[in-house]
């Protein structure tokens, strides 16, 4: 079975940075696009960033554009989300996230993905 798994987690002071990676350490699949999503404690799962595998386009919340950027190891099949400038407000359960298809419309949606990890907690002190 697909196994996604998380990497790089921690506490960060405000204005630090770190990199998140995911990898899937299961069953290969034609990855068509991967995404990081984030739960804070009390808040609904919210989209972070995703990339395309096909076209290697990328897209951001509002809230980390400029400040993070995801990308991808075409040779490990690994994804990474490098976040600077982190902010408080950044703190949560990160997850990665990966499916077949990579709809237009719909990508920024915790439903378009059927593969998941367990997420790493990254913690932000102000």
């Known amino acids: 079975q697909v196994r996604l798994v998380e990497s790089g987690g921690g506490l960060v002071q405000a204005g630090g940075s770190l990199r998140l990676a995911c990898v899937n350490s299961?069953?290969?699949?034609?990855?068509?696009?991967m995404a990081w999503f984030r739960q804070a404690p009390g808040k609904e799962r919210e989209f972070v960033a995703a990339i395309s595998w096909s076209t290697d386009n990328t897209y951001y919340a509002d809230s980390v554009k400029g400040r993070f950027t995801i990308s991808r190891d075409k040779a490990t099949n690994t994804v990474y989300l490098k976040m600077n400038r982190l902010k408080p407000d950044d703190a949560a359960v990160y997850s990665c996230?990966?499916?077949?298809?990579?709809?237009?419309?719909?990508?920024?949606?915790?439903?378009?993905?059927?593969?998941w990890g367990q997420g790493t907690q990254v913690t932000v002190s102000s």
């Open positions: 996230a990966a499916d077949q298809r990579f709809p237009v419309l719909t990508f920024r949606l915790a439903a378009s993905y059927d593969y």
């Open positions: 299961g069953r290969a699949f034609n990855t068509a696009g």
